[in-house]
């Protein structure tokens, strides 16, 4: 894959950056947490956003920081040092979803004091808000929903303060539990607003590091065996022993290795976003203030403006 420079500059519309700016300036030194959640569709755009917010956030943000599993998080957090910022994108797993939230909340639970202490800011990606535990819910800042208007319209996100993401959670929890669409149509946001789909940090080192991420590291079940009867689970994408129950990570009636890593390689490719910039939408004035509480202003004709921020 040929490199891909690292913009010099990139683009954030101006309500995203007063919200951003109360973050560093009044929670932050007031030692709140500072953990977001950003949710939506498989390649709607979440990772650029995420990625473009934590480099806002903290300079000095880097594809090292970006984490996809509990031992990569406990060991960023360990080797941050006070007020940088943690990313942790969704894991490419799906067979194990529920463990992985678990692990996913013990990890940060065992952080909590050196987050509050070193003041990170913790961003995390998830592809639906009610899979996130109702405890991260609470507590949270905000999060925001990544979404795409067509295959080639990305770039659009919906903002929500802590009140509105813990309303927005319980819809889709109860009432809405099968679909989130509909609770989101019967629920607030502070604004909806754009993004830009530079990437301002080492997109070939962050896709080294997601594809390392590949497979499952919450199945506790021990890989490789000896036994010569074997089943494919079509809904898993793997092999299994019918005997034991263990995992095996490659077709064991084929040699040719080979072929598997590339079709792992084909599944993993990711797809470029399109650029996009401000346009009008719907908004309210502000997004966070005083911590959790939301003044709805301003009219849905407004036009958002766009600041240029150095990476």
């Known amino acids: 894959m040929e490199q891909k420079e690292i913009p010099k500059t990139y683009y954030i519309e101006k309500l995203l950056k007063i919200n951003w700016d109360i973050i560093l300036e009044e929670a932050i030194p007031n030692n709140w947490d500072c953990l977001g959640i950003v949710f939506g569709k498989e390649g709607s755009g979440k990772t650029t956003f995420a990625v473009q917010t934590c480099k806002y956030l903290d300079k000095t943000f880097c594809a090292e920081r970006v984490v996809f599993t509990p031992e990569q998080f406990i060991k960023a957090c360990d080797s941050a040092i006070p007020e940088q910022a943690i990313l942790w994108d969704e894991a490419i797993t799906g067979a194990s979803i529920d463990k992985q939230m678990g692990n996913m909340g013990k990890a940060i639970v065992t952080k909590l004091t050196m987050i509050r202490r070193k003041k990170l800011k913790i961003l995390i990606l998830l592809p639906y808000l009610l899979m996130m535990q109702k405890y991260f819910v609470n507590r949270c800042l905000f999060s925001v929903y990544v979404y795409a208007k067509g295959f080639s319209k990305r770039g659009y996100l919906k903002f929500y303060n ?53 497979f499952d590291p919450f199945d506790d079940k021990k890989t490789g065996c000896n036994h010569p009867t074997w089943r494919f689970v079509r809904s898993k994408n793997e092999w299994y022993c019918v005997r034991c129950g263990k995992r095996v990570n490659i077709n064991p009636y084929e040699n040719n290795i080979n072929d598997i890593n590339n079709n792992i390689n084909d599944i993993n490719d990711i797809k470029k976003n399109e650029g996009v910039g401000a346009n009008e939408c719907g908004a309210s004035k502000e997004g966070l203030q005083n911590g959790n509480s939301v003044k709805s202003k301003g009219s849905h004709n407004d036009k958002l403006e766009v600041v240029e921020v150095e990476t």
């Open 162 to 214: 802590q009140t509105q993401t813990e309303y927005l959670y319980n819809l889709m929890k109860d009432k809405y539990r099968n679909s989130y669409l509909g609770a989101m149509s019967h629920s607030t946001y502070s604004f909806d607003a754009r993004f830009h789909s530079k990437f301002p940090i080492d997109f070939v080192e962050y896709e080294k590091r997601k594809e390392e991420a590949t």
